[in-house]
């Protein structure tokens, strides 16, 4: 849950954040037929090109990333984006969902023996943390592992833990639709670049904001060393990869950080989703693809973190996180007659093709409703990612995944 206090029966409230998304999404589906103009995850702005922002201004001008956004932790506000649903190669930062999906499998304390099976299908060039096969790992370890190091050795031990990569990976994809981040569509756990693989920097912020529920997220994500296993009592030290966490090769620590995740690869480029907590209020920020290398990611994800609590605080929503369907989310799902292409008809007239699959109402649901659509119509961008450029980087970076 995202909060304390208890959730209210779905058909009798309605969540803040869903309040959000239907002010941005309803009135554009009441004002033309659906076929016209589908609703978007989180309000149609959210599916504009370039900048979106209401009430507030002093953007950071040198913005070059190909997407990113800034939410308030707290109340889901979208407030400010720039191509927030575009498809991108998430590299490592999909680790949140996979994180999402399986930290609660396991208990920390755990203990596994890794084998080589456990490391057979690791693709070249990953980013590592050290795992080797006879050594006996806690899961606490290995998942300080695939947070501080991005080791993709570490997801590739829980993954077959979990009963292999296959059902890893069905299983994030599962969590995917529940949290209705529907621009994603997992191939591999860690990350790596693989054909098809993408997500969007809306999608990222919702698995940060549902990781940072948990405790034992939070922690991870927040730790800047550990010692790991290194055979017999001997460790080493390993150190957590976000520069804004551990202010590495000169970029200065956020004041207020609280992690989340960082990711590189040649087809990704540079990408990062954080969170900092300053005076009460925690922002969420996500930039994907920036042009310029090296640190520039961080450079903008703090450039934005600025502005969210100095401007953003003017700022009017243009968007929202939805909730997770099994948070009293609302969705809808097209019919079997739409799915084949049947006409919609303007909501509120005539028989409608969307059907509702469960929410506080049918106004309500195009929330989420128009997530089957969009996520046909933006399918084909995703190979826009393949035009990412590989920079020098340090060592500890610059690996795949």
Known sequence: ????????????????????????????????????????????????????????????????????????????????????H????????????????????????????????DLADIPSGSSMVGVKPGITYTVEQLWLGVFLRSGNDAVHVLSHMNGGLARTVAQMQAKAQDLQALDTHV?????????????????????????????????YCHTKTANFPAGGKKTFQIQNTDRLLTGAWGVPTYDGLIGVKNGYTSNAGNTFTGAATRGGRTLLVTVMHPKSGGSGVYEETAALLDWGFKEGTKAQSVGALVDPLSE?????????????????????????????????GGAVALLAGGAYAWRRRRRVVGDEAREGRQERQDGQDRHQG
């Open 1 to 84: 849950m995202r909060d304390s206090s208890p959730v209210p029966p779905r058909a009798a409230q309605l969540s803040r954040r869903a309040a959000l998304g239907l002010a941005a999404a309803v009135p554009l589906a009441a004002a033309s037929p659906a076929s016209a103009a589908t609703p978007v995850i989180g309000g149609e702005r959210l599916a504009r090109a370039g900048v979106q922002v209401r009430g507030a201004s002093g953007l950071p001008k040198r913005l070059t990333a190909r997407s990113w956004l800034v939410a308030d932790h707290e109340s889901g506000e979208v407030l400010a984006s720039y191509h927030a």
């Open 328 to 360: 009293g989310g609302a969705s809808v799902a097209p019919t079997r007659k739409a799915a084949a292409g049947a006409p919609a008809t303007a909501a509120g007239g005539g028989s409608s093709s969307w059907g509702l699959v469960g929410g506080a």
């Open 187 to 219: 191939v591999s756990p860690d990350g790596f670049d693989h054909k098809g693989q993408v997500s969007s920097a809306y999608d990222l912020t919702l698995f940060a904001r549902h990781g940072l529920a948990d405790a034992d997220f939070r922690a």
């Open 86 to 117: 575009t498809h991108l190669a998430p590299a490592s930062t999909l680790k949140m969902l996979f994180a999402d999906t399986l930290l609660k499998n396991f208990e920390r304390t755990e203990r596994h023996r890794v084998t080589d099976a």
